[in-house]
């Protein structure tokens, strides 16, 4: 059984550097940590993977005990001695978790531990010492392992997050030998404990895993929504995984490319380009026949993310202001800007492909409420009141009589679709009177120019690492500032009081009403204008069974089965 | 040469016109002349006067266009070089009428050996030579070239100008034609190596026994060479004679400014005789 | 022959100059004259495109181009919209015209930055030799070892996206062939006897290098601008398509590029309509340098060949 | 006093080569020469192409740098004289060239090249004087003061070489270097351009140097004349001693190699 | 002679420095350091610092004077970011990928044999093709298939590369079947790129070649051969077609080192994992240490294939000698 599918450019298989989903997506195949998501369970749950069973926390929420299954060998590598693959122990976690913190690694997953976990923080102090080998021998208080299978993980304080991250490929078992071994190379050499092994990789063009005849094995869930036993995502329950034994990935730069090769079979899954909606998709936003009659499958999720546009608070004319009066009128500025946002138009230009955003959090997640009204819905009345009180009566300049003319950074460029959506926010400007101008920059210049608070409006979003709301609401936290996350340097006392607060507390009721309470606090002060949130339409060829869509889908493939066709 | 009285060319009223954007251009206006096996013609005259264009019509080198062929005859041998199909105008082209230019510089190709330029002009009309390579330096020797046998490997830029200028002499006679064209053969040789090259055209001259049409302006280096003298002007032949007559009795009033406007040595200083073409025009009725 | 020719000519009653007798070779090519009007009728609409931009930026209301119809988007061609309409309802037909009025902007303003840079510092060269030759062609073979593409989009990056990086990209990229020619040029002149008259009658460097020899490669000039101008055009499609092109106005490479999706739904019109109005500015641009070059300065070697 | 003097006169141009280009030889144009002119001589430099003596009229003009020895015009010692020192001594000098299609700027109408040396040295004269003397001086080299506003490749050979002579005379100089100025020409046009230039002399009282290969012409023209080879004078004597008594083996040469007369 | 190619080989090194210089002048000083990249989504400024240091973005730009003031050693300057970086190529060590983390000198050598594969067929072709034609055009000189020519390649000229990739992969492999749509298989998936390339291409070599031969067709020695009696064909063929090779000889050769930077159209739309698409990715994403790479080797062999040219004019022209 192959399957062919899509896979972008990566960083390489180094799970310390799998910063973004196509990387993540890869490591997992090869790589696995000690907890995974589950399959089919909304929403989402933690399920052990590397480990025998959920750890055990202890009391005051400090100490984390995991046991490590037995008998879980690495892949068959010539980095081993006589090449056969070692046996998985909990020093292997332990070394794969300091070279998240070696600075000499360069990782970009090392906040997953930093000021969290005993010790580390000073760790990676001495690991920057470029005269010397980072020394591995060196101890890190907060990792312990009493014995070979088990591991011992203590914080600082409480770290509700911990069993989230520790889903994520920063924190996969890697074993020393084949680090010592590749050096320089071994992003290109995976050797992990996994479903899969990478059999052949072309930079650029294509990947090519085998199923890994080594692995400790893993059954297909047996339990799953409602609803998922009629689609038939239980037919396979039990059965051992990886289903498919060959993944073939290609990877299709050009979306028109990628598109012509779905439809002649040669890869077995497609987005849909807003282009093309109307020739697949018909008014009720389900298949048209024509696509229905090829047998291709057609799958809606809502996707956990969110797209904004940010102000930049340092900026004389959106900004947060000087003075107090400066204040007020910046942010009626910004909020009818907000309320110039036809949301409705947006989704209809976009097929209903995303869902109007009221807000940060994300659908999905604890906190969000369908139910609950954005302050700053698509208003023109109120807009130009607003604007009119801001000084700027009819999109001009009450002193000089100017127009007001403000300047949007898109990233993208390039993208025919994100500079259509470009032009659709000048005209939605336009309607109340501001001329906006769009600009366009590569992704790198983006980042560029966020990182030196050099916009005035920008468009971004962000893609949920785990299923909380912190980890959005990090967004507006002060001291997250350029360079950091907060890309919109937005500052308020009061939110980053609430953000430190909420930062230990363990999920509870409570702790979502002071998230919308932060969330409520921020949409007055509107740093930015909420656009939508995204749902993803995918097509599959029919012969592909058990795809179920997910937020967090890196390790699926084992999943899969292809039909004969 | 067996048949000496006979006429090895007749050009009969021959009229070669340019087609430009200040429309036509007569080159040659209709010119008649002949040629005996053997004779030496110079045919004199000034920058435009057609004499070059002449020359190169006698096996329709001229490009067509711009030039057009308006009429008249050119006999040679017998036939109409005019009416000569392309294959058998090649035939008599460096065969029988071969060729030397005033630049031999630009005319000898730079990018081929002496050995197979000369070669190939042996190659394309005596297919039963077989040595060729000895007979380009039995030509070259022939031509006055010292070590030809050396001189062979050489490209052209590597000799000087009146080497060159034998090289082209010897490509000229590769095939033992009946009549040599020189066109202006000396002007762009410096004045002793000028008269080096006139001195071996006439000694060849005497040695083969082939037919020489001298283009030139100079009329001071025709007076040892040529048997006959035909002045130009503006595409017409003002004066057509045996070159002691031409020299020393001229008719034409053109003919006579020409041959005293020229500054010779032991003169000093006395006013030169200038020609005002104008009134020469106005007398050829044009 | 020349003699001859130039006898009568210096009878003919108006002095000739170099343009006219040009002029006169020029038109004889039928080709060349029909393309020549293709351009007028181009120059006509640009100028056409230019006064409905600045009418609607001097009254500061939103041009008639730019006035979208959300209801009325990706429509089929129709007596309204000859060509359909784009993604937001604008008229496609206003769009193309637009276009033309870019693609004469981005020629003529990075012309207007290589033409001064390429002929001094090529002028410069040829003429004084030694060491500012060496450096100078030390500078064209550092930027002409970077592939043009790469360069312009650096350039980009540095002054900004949209026209202006475009324009300055463009146009401190392709000096160098102009620069090459001049010099080459100017190196030929040099040499030439009436430089030597200049200077024996005592005129400065400066006055030989503009006033004497610049009127004689001035008309390199205009063949490269001729030949350069549908390179910009065709260049920018590709910077379009790199998305360093044009953002907020319309242009045929950002028009190409966004029908290049919908070609697949049998939308040819857009991508048809952008197509043929760059081809034929394209198609008429080329053919007249070509029949300049060959009136004005037949022997010229313009550099030739793709730009990917 | 004689007009000009050269002493020890050197051209050398390098030959560079190596890996940093350094200079590995030097070709010697013109190597030693000394000669003299007197006011209102004409005298004759012949020699064969590449014997240097194009460059001796050039190095005399300061159009090319003198290696080394000593040019004095009219007691100025000008050998390193700067570009201004030079300016109102280049009214006195001028020069006439070979090329008659080079030598014209094909951009400019006939009235600017004429005009343009007054534009330089007689910077008071306006535009109407200016006028007036271009056509004077077209007039008098033999040309039609209407064709001032044309162009130079509308003018033959001849005409054209009338117009550099009057371009020369534009600054009303004393001395003239004719460097080849009837080598491209055709005898008849050759024959009236030396009898103009002879005629100025008388009129403007002007001194050549004569610069050509072709003996005849030099000899018929010069008063003296230097034979010049491989970049030395290898013969100065009077118009009548060279050809009648020619001392140096390669003047007999040169003399032999004019075609008898007919 | 040994002495020319070695000055010629030397140049190589102003004109590397000096693109070194423009491109680093483009992205570092005026682009800003990509520490903040290269740190994640998720990085604290902390960690931005340190990684800042890690690659010496703290140093100074160009000339590290204040530490030469302090030691007192001229050496000392050259601790800068430029020099580090000059440092670093002069050993021919082009450090790792920013985006992809892979070492440069790795990702050159994967990458150049797919842009290879394509291009050099590409070039091939169109050299062959171009010549044979640029021959019939100066054969029929002035004819209408002459002009015929010349109009068809002046129309072919007059289309965007990118439409006749669009249209070539829309109607021919997807509607028609006849190609595979994207891919780097087998030679059969290059057929489709190499004929777009090639077609893409003709026109302007064609028009090229056809003015250099023409050029040719008026000089004197084709009057001598025509005058020897040679027939059109062998004037062309032997006389005119030697003397052509000098120019088209420069102009190929200068060619050379775009074959290695591959075509950037191409390889994207039909997915050519070369060297072209390597340098578009590189581009967006800001990857400095990959487009230094390849701007300095591109330079390099630009150079040298200058050299080559010259070399090659003197073995092709003998006027020409080499001092």
Redesign the interface.
Known sequence: MVYYGEGGDIKGFDPVKASDTETAAQVCKVYEGLLEYDYLVRPYRVVPRLAVAMPDISPDGLTYTFRIKKGVRFQDDPCFPDGKGRELVADDFIYAFKRVMDAKTLSTGSWIFAEHVVGVDEWAKASEDQSKPTDYSRPIAGFEAPDRHTLRIRVTKPYPQLLWVLTMQYAFATPREAVEHYKDDFLNHPVGTGPYRLKEWRRNYRMEYERNPTFHGQRYPAEGEPGDREKGLLEDAGKPLPIIDRVILYNVREYYTRWQMFLAGQIYSAGISKDYFNKVINQDLDLTPEMSRLGIKLHKTPEMDVFYIGFNWEDPVVGGGKTLEEAARHRKLRQAFACAINQKQLSEFNNGRVTPASGPITPGIAGYDPARQYPWRFNLDLARELLAEAGYPDGKDARTGQRLRLTLDMGGAGDAEMRQMGQLMVDFARAIGIELTMNFSLQAEHWRKLEHKESQLFTSGWVMDYPDAQNVLQLWYGPNESPGVNHCNYKNPEFDKLYQRILTMQESPERTALSQQMVDVMLADCPCAFLYHRLLYGLMQPWVANFKPHDFPYPNTKFYRVKPH | MENTNQTLLDVRDLRIS?F???GE?R?VDGISFSMKPGETLAVVG???SGKS?TAMAL?R?VPS?PARYLGGEIIFKGRDTLKLS?EEL??????QI??I?Q?PS???????QIRSQIA??IE??RRDVKDVDAEAERLLTLVGIRDARLRMGD?P??LSGGMQQRV?IA?ALACNPSLLVADEPTTAL???I??QI?ELLKELKQKLGMAIMLIT?????V??IADNIAVMF?GKIVEYGPTQRV??EPQHPYTK??LE?????????H?????N?AEIEAALGR | MTATAANSAALAAKPQTLWSTAWRQFRRNRLAAACLWIIVIYVGIWLYAESVYWTAYLRDVVPSYKVTDFDARNAAPSLRHWLGTDFTGRDNVAQLIQGVRIAFEIAILSSAILIPLGFLLGALAGYFGRWVDNAIIWLYSVVDSVPSILSIISISYVVGRGMKGIVIGMGLVAWVGLCRLIRGEYLKHKQRAYVAAARALGAGHLTVMLRHIAPNVLHIVIITFTLLFPRFILTEVILSYLGVGIANEPSWGVMINDAKQRLWLGVWWELGGATAAMFFLVLALNIVGDALRDALDPKLKTAEGSAT | MPLLEVKNLKVYFPIMGGVIRHKIGEVKAVDDVSFAIEPGETVGLVGESGSGKTTIGRAILRLLEPTAGEVRFDGHDITHASERELRPLRKQMQMVFQDPFGSLNPRMTIASIVGEAMKIHFRQMDRNARRDRIAELLRRVGLKPEHMNRYPHEFSGGQRQRIGIARALAVEPKFIVCDEPVSALDVSVQAAIINLLQDLQEQYRLTYLFIAHDLAVVEHISDRVLVMTQGKIVEAASSEEIYERPQHPYTQKLIAAVPKAF | MTAYIIRRLLTVIPITLGVLLLVFFIYRVIGGDPAARLAGKNATPQKIEQIRKQYGFDKPKFFNWQEAAKTGSPAAAFDSQFWHLVGQFAQLDFGKSLQSNQRISRMLADGVVPSLCVTTPIFLVELSVAIALALICAFYRGTRIDRTFVVVSIVAMSISGLVYIMMGQYFFAFRLRWFPVWGFESPAFLLLPVAIGVIAGIGGSLRFYRTIMLDEMYQDYVRTAFAKGCSQREVLFKHVLKNAAIPILTNVVVAIPFLYTGSLMLESFFGIPGLGRMTVDAIYTGDEPVLFAMVFIGSVIFVIANLVTDLLYTWADPRIRLQ
Do not use: W
């Open positions: 340019f430009t954007d200040e251009v080159a000034e920058s435009g264009v096996t080198l266009p392309p090649r035939r008599v082209r460096g065969a071969s060729y230019f630049e630009t005319s000898l190709n730079p990018v081929f190939e002009a394309l009309h490209y830029h590597q082209m490509m410096d004045v002793t000028q008269a006139m302006h100079n009329f001071s280096i007076a040892d503006r020299l020393h400014a020409l406007c020229i500054p010779r040595l032991g003169a000093h200083k006013r030169l005789k200038t020609i073409h």
